[in-house]
């Protein structure tokens, strides 16, 4: 009895714990978009419902759209989390250091959100099956809806992480986005799978099938130069697939880490201009 009383004790207050964590990793966001004048907005995308953060200045002219990365996906190495919001919203500090009239910033599916509507919020969505088709389809519903409602006449991507593989499969079947920046982006999740010796995700989309249909878009792929996660071979083997593009250019960061070092660099790095 004392065993089984300890055992509940102890599930108990991991249970307190892991809803301690979620409310923190969702303050920080909140906290982030308030400093940069961002609003919140909940949108519908079909199966899946995205939070969002909003500065709408100029409606009908162009709009810059940031997805963020994979998030807690998971835990340890072989224990996925219970819920993918991050604690460290890379992509979303991203955004609130874009001064631009229009920046919009999407979250991944189950992240931020819950109830009903949200989707259907189980561990596949957020790790093997998390740039799955009917993923994808979503955020072109979302993006349909974000260009009715306010007009845009183009969308300009910016993709942090397992965003940046989102962005690319977008920008791959849309007329309307006209660049694509990525910061650590995972544009090949095959080739970072085999690298970190983890489990491939066939039930995945991958930006580096897509890569020719891109040769054409401009672009620009930043790498942490102290990024062990994503490193630069993944970029170099989208690179290859995509074959030779005067479009295509790539920008060691010094300093950055996966996670770190973006946020001050980024004003600068988005005034570098693209070669196309």
């Given amino acids: 009895m004392r065993i089984k009383l300890i055992v509940l004790l102890t599930l108990l207050i991991a249970g307190c714990t892991g809803r301690g964590d979620l409310a923190n990793r969702r303050t920080t966001a909140l906290q982030v978009a308030q400093l940069a004048h961002l609003q919140a907005h909940e949108i519908d995308g079909g199966l899946f419902r995205l939070m969002s953060w909003q500065r709408i200045e100029q409606p009908g002219r162009t709009i810059r759209i940031y997805i963020e990365g994979d998030g807690l996906a998971w835990k340890t190495r072989s224990r996925p989390s219970l819920n993918p919001t991050p604690r460290n919203p890379v992509g979303l500090r991203l955004a609130a250091k874009d001064p631009a009239a229009n920046v919009i910033y999407l979250a991944r599916p189950c992240q931020y959100v819950s109830g009903k509507g949200a989707g259907p919020c189980s561990t596949s969505y957020w790790t093997d099956k998390r740039f799955a088709p009917e993923i994808i389809n979503s955020y072109k519903q979302v993006l349909d809806t974000l260009k009715t409602q ?46 970190h010796g983890v489990s491939p995700m066939p039930n995945s989309l991958n930006a580096v099938h897509v890569a020719p249909r891109l040769k054409g878009l401009p672009q620009l792929h930043f790498i942490g130069s102290k990024d062990k996660i994503v490193t630069k071979d993944i970029y170099r083997s989208y690179m290859r697939a995509m074959g030779p593009s005067s479009c295509n250019q790539a920008y060691m960061v010094a300093d950055a880490s996966h996670n770190a070092g973006w946020e001050a660099a980024w004003p600068a790095l988005l005034k570098r201009g693209f070669t196309c």
């Fill in 150 to 195: 306010y007009r845009f006449r183009e969308i300009h991507l910016v993709g942090f992480s397992g965003g940046a593989n989102i962005a690319a499969l977008l920008a791959s079947d849309r007329s309307d986005v006209k660049s694509l920046r990525t910061v650590a982006g995972n544009l090949d999740h095959d080739t970072l799978n085999r690298l």
